[in-house]
């Protein structure tokens, strides 16, 4: 007896409620993720208040990828918390690719150690995708800080013990690992003033409520280019391109010292491997178009765009070297 068209589609819609009541819809043959996903607009979560690199960085790359890829890759910002309860929240998420976050040194490399009741282990919960850029630390003053260049800066510190204030994105972000090594390298005290993000922290400086800042080259640089803020020093081995006069921190004194910021793309563990795989690749693409590759040259940005498994013994490095901060700064949850 011949199959009707309505008896056939029956029963591939049986077949398929089977395939997902077993949890293997997604990734029950070969291919078949890779070929549906993505078919609907993919949230990407980031851990900060907008206005910071971390934004900025996820919406270059979501044009691009939202070209290439034909759906919309919609940024959504969740700041607070030191970037826990946006992790907390793509774990409540499907594995499907279709909630994605930015891992952050903050995320990945030292909320493990200073939340370890978070709810969750970055390294079981959670699969790396790509590392995207990592982008030069730059540790600025407000115009009106009466300091030239960084042994000045340091000087000026000592000489008011307590009374000098630093703002960061927040707990564990970028800027505030960066000062709190910085901090260990030379021997300041200077007073931690955290923020939901870049953006609000930012502000602040800009006002002259807050003295000193650090923070990544997109957020910074048109405030440095304004004259609104000094840039005093950049955290990378090497001079930056974009900042040639402006010394390393190692340089003014204080021996291999480096800090940088960087952002990769993260998922639930448990999304299918066709999926990450097919992120990665289009994530790396986006990484070359021109206007990508023109901006990231304008703020000395170095482009990811590698498999995952090279993602992964980079957040495994950074890990470990920033447990060693951790410790000895003995930074705690804000």
Same mark, same amino acid.
């Given at each position: 007896m011949m199959d009707t068209p309505q008896a056939s589609f029956l029963r591939r819609r049986d077949y398929l409620k089977w395939m997902g009541a077993a949890g293997l819809a997604s990734q029950g043959m070969p291919g078949?993720?890779?070929?549906?996903?993505?078919?609907?607009?993919?949230?990407?979560?980031?851990?900060? #208040?907008?206005g910071g690199t971390s934004s900025i960085v996820a919406r270059a790359v979501a044009t691009e990828l939202t070209k290439q890829m034909g759906v919309a890759? *919609?940024? +959504?910002?969740?700041?607070? @918390?030191?970037?826990?309860? #946006?992790?907390q929240e793509v774990m409540r998420a499907p594995a499907d690719g279709y909630t994605i976050t930015m891992g952050h040194v903050g995320s990945l490399a030292v909320n493990p150690l200073i939340y370890p009741d978070s709810g969750y282990d970055v390294n079981k919960d959670f699969a790396p995708v790509t590392l995207l850029a990592r982008v030069p630390n730059l540790f600025v003053v407000h115009k %009106?800080?009466?300091?030239? %260049?960084?042994?000045s800066f340091v000087a000026y510190v000592k000489s008011r013990p307590g009374q000098m204030n630093y703002a960061s994105a927040g707990n564990a972000s970028a800027g505030h690992l960066a000062v709190e090594a910085l901090k260990l390298a030379t021997g300041m005290f200077i007073t931690h003033i955290p923020?939901?993000? =870049?953006?609000?922290?930012?502000?602040?400086v800009l006002a002259g409520r807050i003295e000193f800042f650090s923070a990544g080259t997109?957020?910074?640089?048109?405030?440095?280019?304004? @004259? #609104?803020?000094?840039?005093?020093?950049?955290? =990378?081995?090497?001079?930056?391109?974009?900042?040639? +006069?402006?010394? =390393? *921190?190692?340089?003014?004194g204080y021996k291999d010292f480096?800090?940088?910021?960087?952002?990769?793309?993260? *998922?639930?563990? @448990?999304?299918?491997?066709?999926?990450?795989?097919?992120l990665q690749q289009e994530a790396a693409k986006a990484l070359k178009a021109p206007e990508i590759i023109a901006r990231f040259e304008s703020e000395s #940005?170095?482009?990811?765009?590698?498999?995952a498994s090279e993602y992964a013994s980079f957040i495994a490095r950074e890990q470990a070297r920033w447990? *060693?901060?951790?410790?000895k700064a003995r930074i705690k949850p804000g």
């Open positions: 078949m993720a890779q070929s549906a996903w993505p078919s609907k607009p993919v949230r990407w979560v980031v851990p900060f #208040a907008p890759f *919609v940024i +959504d910002n969740k700041g607070g @918390g030191g970037g826990v309860p #946006a992790m %009106d800080v009466p300091v030239t %260049d960084f042994k923020y939901r993000g =870049t953006g609000p922290a930012l502000n602040d997109p957020a910074l640089l048109p405030h440095i280019q304004s @004259g #609104a803020l000094r840039a005093i020093a950049v955290g =990378t081995p090497q001079r930056i391109a974009v900042l040639p +006069d402006v010394p =390393t *921190v190692a340089e003014s480096e800090t940088v910021q960087w952002y990769g793309i993260n *998922v639930r563990a @448990g999304t299918p491997v066709e999926i990450i795989n097919k #940005a170095v482009a990811g765009g590698g498999p447990k *060693v901060v951790v410790e």
